[in-house]
T-cell receptor, first 113, second 113 residues
Framework: GENVEQHPSTLSVQEGDSAVIKCTYSDSASNYFPWYKQELGKGPQLIIDIRSNVGEKKDQRIAVTLNKTAKHFSLHITETQPEDSAVYFCAATPGAGSYQLTFGKGTKLSVIP | DTGVSQNPRHKITKRGQNVTFRCDPISEHNRLYWYRQTLGQGPEFLTYFQNEAQLEKSRLLSDRFSAERPKGSFSTLEIQRTEQGDSAMYLC???????????FGPGTRLLVL
């Protein structure tokens, strides 16, 4: 089955700096890669997603890049703010008609004011 | 609010008891998913429904777990003879058919004593 690895597990940045979180996946048939933000005691909130026919996608301060050949994708957050502090999860779907998400183990991002 | 809702939000039970959780998806979303999340980990897929049909089940879904979606709207997840290892956050998500994007509810946190 699909396996998703996520790094780093924790990340501290100064307010205003950029943060980068990286994920790799194992199943070359995977075709959908969402990123979720989870705050303490809440469910995961979708922040951006990318499909395998696209290499990069931006939404204001957030961007995701996908390298299908290397089977990795990354989340970039620019101009970080204290409210960006949370746990971020990457995920992948295996394709072939399956819709289950396989998640990474998460990255705890702390933005220091 | 038209997001995914889950009830109860918290449940404490004694080992050996049965528990049932409810999920109400976003209106008109015909796919509904259940995931389990333990502390410090990403969500793990349990099962998913398209309308009332249960289409995928994970190996994590032991015979003590049963999920239903009788009318293709809300879903219930029952755990029989609970064990301490069942303590986790149980998350529900929903999506439209043919769209990969899954929206999560706030979760039900289960503690088995």
């Amino acid at each position: 089955g699909e396996n998703v690895e996520q790094h780093p597990s924790t990340l501290s940045v100064q307010e205003g700096d950029s943060a980068v979180i990286k994920c790799t996946y194992s199943d070359s048939a995977s075709n959908y890669f969402p990123w979720y933000k989870q705050e303490l005691g809440k469910g995961p909130q979708l922040i951006i997603d990318i499909r395998s026919n696209v290499g990069e996608k931006k939404d204001q301060r957030i961007a995701v890049t996908l390298n299908k050949t290397a089977k990795h994708f990354s989340l970039h957050i620019t101009e970080t703010q204290p409210e960006d502090s949370a746990v971020y999860f990457c995920a992948a779907t295996p394709g072939a008609g399956s819709y289950q998400l396989t998640f990474g183990k998460g990255t705890k991002l702390s933005v220091i004011p | 609010d038209t997001g995914v809702s889950q009830n109860p939000r918290h449940k404490i039970t004694k080992r050996g008891q049965n528990v049932t959780f409810r999920c109400d998806p976003i209106s008109e979303h015909n796919r509904l998913y259940w995931y389990r999340q333990t502390l410090g980990q990403g969500p793990e897929f349990l099962t998913y429904f398209q309308n009332e049909a249960q289409l995928e089940k994970s190996r994590l879904l032991s015979d003590r777990f049963s999920a239903e979606r009788p009318k293709g709207s809300f879903s219930t997840l029952e755990i029989q003879r609970t064990e301490q290892g069942d303590s986790a956050m149980y998350l529900c998500a929903s999506s439209l058919a043919r769209v990969e994007t899954q929206y999560f509810g706030p979760g039900t946190r289960l503690l088995v004593l």
